[in-house]
């Protein structure tokens, strides 16, 4: 088994982040899961409640509340005495056209993608300075590194997330160690957030060729499993199909 690490989750109560959450679990990981669903974090708890390395605790969690986030990491600190890694999944996808004008949507996007990330970096960074060392690992998206029609604002705040990681990589201490993983098309509920009917029919056709959420997990897993000193900056998964 690998070293134990106290582990914080982001958006953990479906998708990438029940996945992540579960498998660092059962890896035996002491897991900290935050989202705002909390039916679904129980769930999740329960699911991993006869594990007997790991463990997966379940706190809720608004990621566009600041002080929220801050209180989410400091409790898990104040638990555990320590955190080693921050997972930074939280995010949303309610794709349009820009001519859709659909600006709550674009701000809550922006809210979730970009600020819930800074946040989660502002709550945890001082506690990994304290202890000369700690793991950030981001999930953005393969939207970080591509633009299509109806995903404007999404790529922009999954190309600030990626922006965001690699400035953080470059400015902090070595002994904090920064990763970003983007997905391609993985199973999720992130589409069911889409209203504009355009697309939502687009998405259909996209995620036809969609690989399970547990294929990230296993990325994240080897990039935190990875000894100190060894840095995985950057993953991208996706489906063999996704060209």
């Known amino acids: 088994m ?39 974090l129980r769930e999740l708890a329960d699911s991993t409640a006869d594990l007997t390395e790991g463990s997966v605790s379940v706190r809720r969690l608004d990621v566009t509340d600041r002080a929220d986030v801050a209180a989410f990491v400091d409790a898990a600190v104040a638990q555990h005495g320590r955190i080693d890694v ?10 349009s056209r820009l001519d859709a004008l659909l600006v709550d949507q674009w701000d809550a996007m922006i809210d979730v993608n970009v600020r819930g990330l800074l946040h989660g970096i502002a709550a945890a960074l001082p506690h990994f300075q304290r202890l000369g060392g700690g793991h950030f690992v981001t999930v953005a998206s393969i939207g970080a ?79 935190v499993g990875e000894p100190d000193g060894v840095d995985v900056n950057e993953v991208i998964v996706r489906p063999a199909r996704q060209r």
């Open 145 to 223: 590194h591509e633009v299509v029609p109806t995903g404007a604002v999404y790529c922009a705040t999954k190309y600030a997330a990626w922006a965001i990681t690699e400035g953080l990589r470059q400015e902090v201490d070595p002994s904090i160690r920064v990763t970003t993983v983007s997905p391609g098309v993985v199973e999720s509920e992130l589409a069911e957030s889409i209203t504009d009917s355009g697309a939502a029919e687009a998405m259909r056709d996209y995620r036809a060729a969609a690989i399970p959420p547990e294929a990230i997990a296993r990325a994240i897993a080897y990039a």
């Open 86 to 95: 921050i997972v930074n999944n939280a995010g949303i996808m309610p794709l």
């Open 2 to 40: 690998t070293e134990s690490k106290i582990i914080l989750v982001t958006g953990a109560s479906s998708g990438i982040g029940a996945a992540v959450a579960a498998h660092l679990a059962q890896e035996g990981h002491h897991v900290v899961a935050g989202a705002r669903r909390e039916d679904r």
